[in-house]
């Protein structure tokens, strides 16, 4: 049996849970209520920052996923601050780490995440919400919705794709981020939708077969934004 679980946004499509149930064991269907933006309620990134060596998780994270996490063993530490309402305390956990930086906007981020990563370089964005807004495929490879980021990431010396926000669907907004519509598991790539149906899909699925990275599209539709995909073994 696949030993891999996974955490989505509870209100993704049917058809795409379904289909990420064939490569995982076990699935958190994740949802809050009336913790934080409803957009962003069932966002699993707003909650939750993982690297490659950690997950630290909001110390007011509902229930269910820390019953999901404790049954299965998975370890992970708790952060300082509770998630709220308000920009700065629904960004603390919304940031991306690799092997060698952490990347959010200075300030912005959980004090535990920090302590957790004292090696580790910080690259300063502007944008805060910054895993909604951008994804780690790989070694010196990234993809971004956000325009800052990309200037910010080709400055520092690393490969980054832009992929535009439009036609990229979220609750409550005119449009969410590529990040958000993602997740990554080994060279795979999943995406809650089909990026052949975005303006820039054909270009970055050339890009993913140049880095041998496999697509999973886990439905046909529009790419939806619910906070990313987690995964783990």
């Given amino acids: ?11 993704a499509p049917h058809k795409a849970i379904d289909k990420l149930g064939k490569y995982v064991e076990d699935i958190h269907l994740f949802e809050s209520n009336g913790i934080t933006y409803n957009s962003i309620s069932g966002h699993p990134d707003v909650f939750m ?10 110390p ?13 063993n998975v370890t992970f530490a708790t952060g300082k601050a509770y998630v709220g ?19 959010h906007k200075e300030g912005f981020t959980d004090e535990a995440i920090i302590k957790l990563l004292p090696g580790k370089k910080l690259i300063n ?8 807004s951008l994804l780690h495929i790989g070694e010196k490879n990234f993809v971004t919705s956000d325009k800052g980021i990309e200037k910010v990431l080709l400055g520092s010396g690393f490969n980054c794709f832009y992929f535009h926000p439009r036609q990229i669907k979220i609750h409550d907004h005119e ?22 149906k975005h303006r820039d899909g054909i270009k970055l699925l050339k890009l993913l077969d140049e880095l041998q990275i496999e ?6 539709d529009f790419l939806y934004d619910g906070g990313g995909i987690f995964f783990f073994n």
């Fill in 1 to 11: 049996m696949n030993s891999t679980l996974a955490i989505i946004d509870y209100r």
């Fill in 49 to 58: 920052f993982q690297d490659e060596n950690n997950l630290v998780i909001a």
């Fill in 60 to 72: 007011n994270s509902p229930s269910p996923l820390i019953d999901f996490l404790k049954k299965y």
């Fill in 85 to 103: 309402d308000e920009l700065e305390n629904s960004v603390l956990y919304n940031c991306v780490g690799t092997e060698n930086c952490l990347i």
């Fill in 125 to 132: 964005v502007s944008q805060s919400y910054t895993r909604c």
């Fill in 175 to 196: 449009h969410g981020f590529f990040g958000g519509a993602a997740g990554m598991l080994g060279n795979k790539l999943f995406t809650i939708g089909n990026i052949k």
């Fill in 215 to 220: 697509l999973i599209s886990l439905c046909d």
